[in-house]
């Protein structure tokens, strides 16, 4: 980082402010030396890593791009759930971050500690780095208080949530195989908005594909928060009757308020369930990055932004996008790439001084798997609208006719697509 | 009288100075567009599989498609509901920009 006089006493004007950070330790402590305009972005999932690879590969190489994420390889949730039911493997939606490199995206694998929107440097233990914008793209985090007796750590060692890809969905697997034929696997979900919507009734789906070819006495009840299923209903039943009958019990307005580990008992407001496996995916909100940023709103949970460039509207050059951000958009995988694509040329032009592409017009395309071999969809283009400031549903979108093989074989196109986009 | 000329002169040059403006914006619009589509169908269309590459297409057939798509002549099971969601301009617009990547 090269100090000029006037960074120098603005610096040091802050250090005096907050009276605990010496600018001159804050300049030597740079991670990397910075030279043009610099992006940093936290978070190298769905959304993170399309904004790095579009911004380089859109501004030709011309902007400098700095990935910080904490996990050394990326593994997939969308069709995780089918590690549930065997079809997959967890290595088989793991990739590592060697396709972004020849984007010359330099990467840092580490835990962000802070972030300070007047400086503009995000905070790593061993130093930090000086941005020109930020994007924040922390995915979910969960919100385990809302639940009597559970925390990050009953979700480690015993009921899992497995709503982030990785170490719990493959323990959540162990935990199905060895339950007895007969036994309950309970499955609770949270109040809308959480992270894929269709995501805990294709969980459903594949539990009970598992169960029925391994330990047909068995079932799957559902408790969930929600009033009714919040995605491809129709679908979703005709699955549940068709394919799984008398397997898969649906509950309305069920949250669980309370769980008992040794039990395994889940508590609602009207009664106690005893589990062979309890699955409880806990409320969500915004991924601890985006607090440490200051940029969650006053729900306290989900990030405000403006849609023409995913620039938060609490601090100005740090962007938000992916699950963490407050729209009526669904929290999915690909709805995170589109907005990072959005995303990253709005800041190419900002930083070229040119205005933003003032019509943003981003596709979300969603599978879910309902057995081995079949899926069904969800497809929507949405649209900015100028007066709403917000993202809308255009015409034409909707679910599957019906349940097909063919998209079960197009959904693994979309996976293999998808990771090729955002990961080379 | 040259004060007149001048005029017209600076005018037709801004004019055409807006319109190669306005060429660039639409080009980068086509290109943001054209990015929501790579989930399916790879970066630039260049897809990884099973889903057709639209890059190099050319730009009748990807317009021809489109439109059967939306008005239900082709079937489909997913891109009639995005056809639908485009307007006749875009899909001109897409099939510029996927015409001009190379297979």
């Known amino acids: ?424 | 009288m040259i004060k007149k000329y001048l005029f017209v002169i600076t005018c037709a040059v801004g004019l055409a100075f807006s319109a190669v403006q306005a060429q660039a914006e639409v080009d980068k619009h086509a290109r943001n567009l054209a990015a929501s589509c790579a989930a399916c169908h790879g970066t630039g269309g260049h897809s990884a599989g099973g889903t057709p590459v639209l890059a190099g297409m050319d730009k009748a057939l990807f317009i021809g498609s489109m439109k059967d798509f939306k008005a239900g002549a082709r079937p489909a099971t997913v891109m009639h509901q995005h056809a639908k969601g485009y307007t006749d301009d875009e899909f001109s617009l897409l099939a510029d920009f996927f015409a001009a990547q190379k297979r």
């Not at chain 1, 500690?113 to 979910?140: C, F, W």
Request: glycine share 8%; hydrophobic share 40%.
């Open chain 1, 1 to 424: 980082m090269s100090i000029n006089r006037r960074d120098f006493l603005k610096l040091s004007a802050a250090g005096i402010a907050i009276g605990a950070f010496p600018s001159i330790a804050f300049a030597k402590s740079e991670l990397l030396k910075k030279k043009g305009q610099r992006v940093v972005i936290v978070g190298g999932g769905f959304g993170g890593a399309t904004a790095a690879k579009y911004i380089r590969m859109w501004s030709e190489n011309k902007i400098e791009v700095v990935l910080v994420e904490r996990n050394k390889q990326f593994v997939s949730c969308p069709m995780s759930n089918t590690v549930l039911s065997g079809k997959r493997t967890i290595k088989d939606l793991t990739r590592n971050y060697d396709g972004l490199k020849k984007h010359g995206i330099k990467q840092i694998q580490g835990e962000v500690t802070g972030i300070d929107p007047e400086k503009q440097a995000v905070m790593l233990a061993n130093g930090h780095l000086s941005y020109d914008r930020l994007i924040v793209a922390p995915g979910v985090d969960f919100m385990f208080e809302q639940i009597e007796g559970l925390n990050a750590k009953v979700a480690d060692e015993s009921i899992h949530h497995a709503w982030k890809a990785g170490a719990q969905t493959v323990a959540l697997r162990k935990q199905l195989e060895s339950m007895p034929d007969g036994g309950v696997f309970a499955l609770s979900i949270p109040k809308a908005p959480y992270r894929c919507p269709p995501g805990p009734y294709e969980r459903a789906c594949q539990v009970a594909h598992y169960l029925k070819n391994n330990k047909p006495k068995s079932k799957v009840l559902i408790l969930d928060a929600n009033p009714d299923i919040t995605s491809k209903k129709g679908l979703f039943t005709a699955a549940w009757n068709e394919l799984y009958p008398n397997m898969v019990e649906y509950r309305p307005n069920a949250a669980v308020l309370k769980v008992d580990v040794e039990s395994k008992t889940a508590k609602t407001e009207f009664e106690d369930i005893k589990a062979d496996v309890l699955n409880v995916i806990p409320p969500m909100k915004a991924g601890a990055v985006a607090s440490m940023a200051g940029v969650v709103g006053a729900d306290g949970r989900w990030c405000a932004v403006d849609f023409l460039t995913y620039e938060s509207k609490v601090h100005k050059n740090i962007h938000i996008i992916g699950d963490a951000i407050s729209a009526a958009l669904p929290k999915s995988g690909h709805m995170a790439t589109s907005q990072a694509k959005v995303c990253a040329a709005a800041i190419i032009e900002l930083m070229q001084g040119q205005t933003p592409d003032q019509n943003p017009t981003i596709v979300n395309t969603c599978y879910s798997m309902v057995s081995d071999i079949e899926s069904v969809h969800v497809a929507n283009v949405f649209r900015f609208n100028v007066e709403k400031q917000a993202m809308i549903s255009a015409e034409g979108g909707g679910v599957s006719a019906k349940r097909s093989e063919l998209e079960g074989a197009m959904a693994n196109y979309w996976l293999e697509n998808i990771l090729n986009d955002v990961l080379t």
